[in-house]
């Protein structure tokens, strides 16, 4: 059987990005390419991101789904709250 994962090269490690899925904010700190197999003989790989947030608990998704924090638009109440100041 081969290794059940490999560390991976990604542009945002140790920078702070927002996984889109949930919203939730934190420094991505490693992205690995991991047999997510249930069954022997049969392998299924994945590359998931390792997200620390601000509680210190790390949490995964997939790497689609991590975009820099600074890059995302901002929500309609950011956008109102703008306006009326």
Do not use: C, K
Not at 16 to 24: E, N
Not at 31 to 55: F, P, Q, T
């Amino acid at each position: 059987m081969s290794e059940q994962y490999e560390y991976v090269p990604h542009r945002l490690l140790r920078q702070q990005v927002r996984d889109i899925a949930s919203g939730a904010e934190g420094v991505l700190m490693a992205v690995i390419n991991e047999n997510v197999s249930d069954r022997v003989g049969r392998e299924h790989w994945m590359e998931l991101a390792y997200i620390r947030g601000a509680s210190g608990r790390e949490f995964t998704t997939a790497v689609a789904n991590v975009h820099p924090a600074h890059d995302q638009p901002q929500s309609a109440v950011s956008r109102r709250d703008q306006g009326s100041a």
